[in-house]
């Protein structure tokens, strides 16, 4: 498995992963069971139209146009995505070997959960089989926090200190399941090589 998503107990990587699957699956009413061992889901590239912003989902036949514009028409359409629920945090480093990129995701509106993720993310950071991975820190919940939240959830990871003394190149997404917000940059993301 190339990528897996990992991040303390509900912290919303199932809402994530479910948003990013079927981006219209996930409103103000969805309610998602903790996992509880792992779930696999395919995330599909929707394919902007040229006169529309919103993302037009793949066609069902599994065809894709082909995007012959800027080097982009041997990027990946999909890719399949190991979530692994947060209560197997102990047996994550199962999970590592032939991983090529990583999501982790935090929950932005649980201050009181942010420092253990951030010793959780230290761990993963840490982990000499994830030297040459890409890192996604996904500040998820973003709709039920407020503004400064970002800026206190980094200080209480310890990301400026972090990214100092790391290998990985770390991207940050502030993301939102229900609103969508952040969904767009971590398609890109994810699809890149």
Not at 34 to 44: D, K
């Amino acid at each position: 498995m190339s990528c897996i998503c990992l991040g303390p107990k509900r912290s919303g990587k199932t809402h994530l992963l479910k948003a990013l699957q079927e981006p219209d699956s996930i409103d103000e009413t969805s309610y998602s069971m903790p996992t509880i061992g792992t779930g696999i889901y395919r995330i599909h590239f929707p394919t902007k139209s040229p006169n529309s912003d919103k993302p037009k989902p793949p066609p069902a036949d599994g065809s894709t146009q082909a995007h012959h514009h800027g080097g982009k028409k041997h990027l990946p359409k999909s890719i399949q995505i190991l979530e692994i629920g947060g209560s197997m945090a102990p047996l994550w480093r199962q999970y590592f070997e032939d991983v090529k990129k990583l999501i982790y995701v935090v929950d932005t509106s649980n201050l009181c959960q942010i420092s253990a993720a951030g010793v959780l993310f230290y761990s993963i950071l840490t982990e000499p089989r994830l030297q040459k991975v890409k890192i996604l820190l996904v500040l998820a919940k973003m709709d039920y926090s407020y503004r400064q939240m970002r800026n206190e959830a980094l200080l209480m990871l310890q990301m400026s200190k972090l990214q100092k003394q790391i290998r990985q190149q770390v991207t940050i997404v502030e993301a939102s399941a229900v609103t969508k917000v952040g969904l767009d940059p971590i398609y890109e993301w994810l699809q890149w090589p």
